[in-house]
Antibody
C-alpha cells in the first residue's frame, strides 16, 4: 500500500528540540519532492519545508535556521529536525509527496499525505 | 511572498446545490494553482492541480478555472460527502495556501 506514516510528535518546552519522522511505503521517497506542511489547531495549512529528489532543500522563512529537512534513502524515511521550538510552532505536522518535476512544470500538487503528528510547544 | 486570499471563508449550501469558491493571488501565478479538500481530523486530499486538471479518482462535479491572479473551484450537484473545508495552494513561488473555505450544510 502506498502511504506515509508520521511519528515523533509530542509535548515539548519552548526552546527544545524534536525530530519528526515520516516512513514511506509503496514508493521511493528519493524519487519524489517531499515536504512538511503544518496546521495549527483550528487554522489553515502552512508549508514548512521541501526536499527535492536531487537533495536541494527549501524552508519557509518562519522556520529557516531552526528546522532541517532530510531523508534516509536506505530507510525510505523523511525527517524534520526542529530546534529552538516556539509556541507558534504548535501544530499538526503532515508529510506530503509531490511528483518530481525536473522535466515538467512544477505545480507541486501534494498527491499523498500522511495522517499527521501533533507537536505541542508549551511550558 | 505570494499571499492567497479565499472567499468566502464559509458558506452554507444544500445537497444538490452548486457552489463556487474563489482564490485570489497577490501577484500573478500563471496557472500554478491547486485545490484540496479537508475533512475534520483528516489530512487534505488533492482535488485539482494546475488550475483545472482533475486528480485521478476525483468526481467530475469538481472543476477549476482561472489564470493570472483569480481562480475558482466549482462544485456542482453538492453531495453529502462534499461538506468540508477547501484550500487553494499556489506553487508559482515556493508554496502558500489560502485560508480555507468551509462548506457547511444549510
Amino acid at each position: 500500500e502506498v502511504q506515509l506514516v508520521e511519528s515523533g510528535g509530542g509535548l515539548i518546552q519552548p526552546g527544545g528540540s524534536l525530530r519528526l519522522s515520516c516512513a514511506a511505503s509503496g514508493f521511493t521517497v528519493s524519487t519524489y519532492y517531499m515536504s512538511w506542511v503544518r496546521q495549527s489547531p483550528g487554522k489553515g495549512l502552512d508549508w514548512v519545508s521541501f526536499i527535492y529528489s536531487g537533495g536541494s532543500t527549501y524552508y519557509a522563512d518562519s522556520v529557516k535556521g531552526r528546522f532541517t529537512i532530510s531523508r534516509d534513502n536506505s530507510k525510505n524515511t523523511l525527517y524534520l529536525q526542529m530546534n529552538s521550538l516556539r509556541a507558534e510552532d504548535t501544530a499538526v505536522y503532515y508529510c506530503a509527496r509531490a511528483p518530481d518535476c525536473r522535466t515538467t512544470s512544477c505545480y507541486f500538487p501534494f498527491d499523498l499525505w500522511g495522517h499527521g503528528t501533533m507537536v505541542t510547544v508549551s511550558s | 511572498d505570494i499571499q492567497m486570499t479565499q472567499s468566502p471563508s464559509s458558506l452554507s449550501a444544500s445537497v444538490g446545490d452548486g457552489v463556487t469558491i474563489t482564490c485570489r493571488a497577490s501577484q500573478t501565478i500563471d496557472n500554478y494553482l491547486n485545490w484540496y479538500q479537508q475533512k475534520p481530523g483528516k489530512a487534505p486530499k488533492l482535488l485539482i492541480y494546475a488550475t483545472s486538471s482533475l486528480q485521478s479518482g476525483v468526481p467530475s462535479r469538481f472543476s477549476g478555472s482561472g489564470s493570472g491572479t483569480d481562480f475558482t473551484l466549482t462544485i456542482s450537484n453538492l453531495q453529502p460527502e462534499d461538506f468540508a473545508t477547501y484550500y487553494c495552494q499556489q506553487s508559482f513561488s515556493t508554496v502558500t495556501f489560502g485560508g480555507g473555505t468551509k462548506v457547511e450544510i444549510k
